[in-house]
């Protein structure tokens, strides 16, 4: 009682104008320094100390409900304020960093346009034309295309990951693609080293051929028919990945199409990792209120294929296998359910990013009949008199043409089209990229659409496909027919990061090659295309790359859209120094206000005008998605050499 009265009488002297900003101030000053993401921090400062201001304050107002709304409303204003003052002020550590102020202001803009339009690769390319080589694309994080992003950040004396992929981490655990310790990384690659080495890859080397004769019996079954080709290289590309992970035959190939629609699945639980991954402290709050059901239902399958395989036992040397430790070559075999996680990571980071190279590669040489032509005669010649061109893996990967059309398609679409976020950790001193200086605690993306597209990397004509720039010739023929010499040409090797770089590179970079190699020379060799409906193939890449995001940097970044901000931000902070309740509201209403206009430009809040492009755009948030919405669908014919 004694202490009840003791508050009161202190509650009773607080000045509101006083303790609520202080309040304010005080969390901000947390959140700048340490960074807090987890529920119970969040709910601690974000809700339990204003309600117990609220408690403190109650005699200030007529009633509770009043006191309850002005405090938790002048307590987030002010908070608010101060987030967004800083990070545009000349005080913050990436002041002196280029970028649109919406960027600067919240990580929420960068995850809006990823759920809005899903192809947030081409905004950051527009943001790289528009700004430069680096730009600042997040209140902490940079975007660099300079020549020295390989050795500096994904090199060994590099970068850890950053906190993008904390959505990998899931109630079982985080899979290898998350670990953002890089010891913890370390030790955890070694049963993926063993899983791809040569003795490994021999056993896969005749799964990738047993895989190819499934897909080329059902293009001959099919034969005189229009296909979807994007379709059927997701069939390849499961149906592979299951044989090489879990010994097991998803069947698509044979069935000719995908029954348990396991592609799917991943694509929409893609789409909900895609635009969180960007705003990871609202982690905790998305698994709090709901999570993703595509997700629920992959850890279904995943679990019920990890258990088959498990029940089996060891039949053949897949990768689970090597995931497992079966064989016993570790002093500590590691748990079954991190090989699980792993495992079936393999499947979802194997299959899409495969079935979506070649499909782009299809694609690129249906358009250009002369490079079709000349990787025509390149197989033919390494595979004279009918020998199989599935089977000789060593002379695929030895062929130049074949290789610069692979490299080539990547170099344009790589599959893992956002960025590779790295962190500088606290503590390091800060890390320099070339000539830039990056603070601790910033993160630096590297976004292999925008770096590969870039002329300074790889010219000329770096938006085309031109497989060409990756052989060694003294004179290379444009495709306009001109021709143009060694020193005209610029193909920065250096920077080529399709598969990533470094300790963290793709773990089935070689599988994935082998694969690829093996399909386009089996393909080639026994089927002619006949492009039925030509109008599909001249829209594709827009559509599929989606050209509504291009536009957003210029309506949301010009003086103009500066004005729009700034306005209703300093009508805020006058709305703010008045005390009763309506102005409260008004100032938040200031805030919500000030965001909504600085985000509208032309792109923004049309639905209305284009509503059926704006719904495809929706479910076209992934990549892979984007290709099966837009089917490619030519003629295969048998093919016979002269
Ligand atoms: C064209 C095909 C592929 C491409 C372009 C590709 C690309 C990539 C990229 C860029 C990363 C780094 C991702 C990041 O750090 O955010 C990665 C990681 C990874 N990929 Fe691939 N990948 C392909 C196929 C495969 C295949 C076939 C497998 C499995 C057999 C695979 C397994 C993995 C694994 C396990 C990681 C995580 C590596 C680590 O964290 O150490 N990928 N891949």
Request: hydrophobic letters at 40%.
């Amino acid at each position: 009682m004694e202490a009840i009265d003791s508050f009161s009488k202190i509650a009773e002297k607080l000045d509101a104008r006083v303790v609520l900003p202080l309040a304010s101030v005080v969390t901000w000053l947390i959140y700048k320094k340490y960074e807090p993401t987890g529920l119970k921090s969040s709910t601690l400062l974000l809700l339990v100390v204003p309600g117990l201001l609220s408690g403190a304050l109650r005699t200030h107002f007529p009633t509770l409900l009043h006191t309850v709304a002005v405090v938790y409303i002048r307590y987030w204003t002010l908070l608010t304020l101060l987030i967004v003052a800083y990070r545009i002020s000349p005080f913050h550590p990436l002041a002196a960093y280029p970028g649109p102020l919406l960027c600067k202001v919240s990580k929420l803009w960068h995850a809006y346009i990823v759920w809005r339009y899903g192809k947030s690769f081409r905004y950051v390319q527009e943001l790289h034309e528009q700004y430069g080589e680096i730009v600042r694309i997040g209140p902490n994080e940079l975007s660099v295309c300079h020549k020295d992003i390989a050795t500096a950040v994904l090199g060994p004396k590099g970068l850890p990951r950053g906190p993008y992929y904390d959505t990998r981490e899931h109630e079982e655990g985080v899979s290898l693609d998350g670990l953002r310790d890089m010891t913890v990384h370390t030790s955890r690659r070694r049963p993926w080293a063993r899983g791809m080495n040569s003795t490994a890859m021999k056993y896969y080397e005749g799964l990738i051929k047993s895989t190819v004769d499934d897909l080329l019996a059902g293009l001959h079954k099919r034969g005189g028919q229009k296909l979807d080709i994007s379709a059927w290289m997701t069939f390849f590309g499961f149906d592979f990945m299951g044989h090489m992970a879990f010994s097991y035959d998803y069947r698509m190939l044979k069935e000719g199409r995908d029954e348990s629609g396991l592609a799917h699945m991943i694509e929409r639980a893609l789409i909900d990792a895609a635009w969180l991954s960007h705003i990871p402290w609202a982690i905790p709050f998305a698994k709090t209120f709901g999570g993703s059901s595509a997700w629920d239902e992959i850890k279904v399958v995943g679990e019920t294929t990890v258990k088959r395989r498990i029940d089996a036992g060891f039949q053949h040397p897949d990768l689970f296998h090597h995931l497992l430790d079966e064989g016993g070559s570790e002093p500590e075999r590691p748990s079954l359910v991190t090989a699980a996680i792993d495992g079936q990571l393999a499947i979802i980071a194997g299959s899409d990013t495969a079935a979506t190279t070649l499909a782009h590669l299809w694609y690129f040489l249906l358009t250009n009949p002369l490079c079709f032509k000349l990787l025509r005669k390149e197989v033919d010649e390494t595979f004279p008199h009918g020998e199989d061109a599935a089977s000789d893996l060593a002379k695929q990967s030895a062929m130049p043409y074949l290789n610069a059309c692979i490299n080539e398609t990547l170099r344009l679409y790589p599959p893992v089209l956002t960025g590779l976020q790295r962190r500088v950790i606290a503590g390091s001193g800060g890390k320099m990229i070339g000539p830039y200086f990056v603070p601790e605690e910033t993160q630096v993306s590297l976004w292999a659409y925008s770096i590969q597209r870039d002329p300074q990397h790889y010219s000329p004509l770096p938006n085309t496909f031109w497989p060409e720039r990756w052989l060694v010739q003294e004179q290379y023929t444009l495709p306009s027919g001109d021709t143009i010499t060694q020193e005209q040409v610029h193909t920065n090797r250096d920077v080529f990061m399709p598969f990533s770089q470094g300790p963290m590179v793709c773990a089935g970079k070689n599988v994935a090659l082998a694969e690829m190699r093996a399909v386009v020379c089996a393909v080639m060799q026994q089927f002619d295309f006949e492009i039925a409906d030509k109008a599909p193939f001249e829209t594709w890449e827009d559509d599929i790359a989606l050209d509504e995001v291009v536009g957003i940097v210029h309506s949301g970044s010009k003086a103009k859209g500066v004005g729009r901000f700034i306005l209703p931000v300093a009508n805020t902070l006058y709305l703010y120094t008045r005390l009763p309740l309506k102005t409260d509201v008004a100032a938040l209403y200031g805030i919500v206000f000030c965001i909504a206009a600085a985000a509208s430009g032309k792109n923004v809040g049309q639905g209305g005008k284009d509503n059926e492009k704006r719904q495809r755009a929706v479910s076209d948030q992934n990549h892979a998605a984007a290709i099966a919405a837009h089917p490619l669908l030519p003629i295969f014919r048998q093919y016979t050499r002269d």
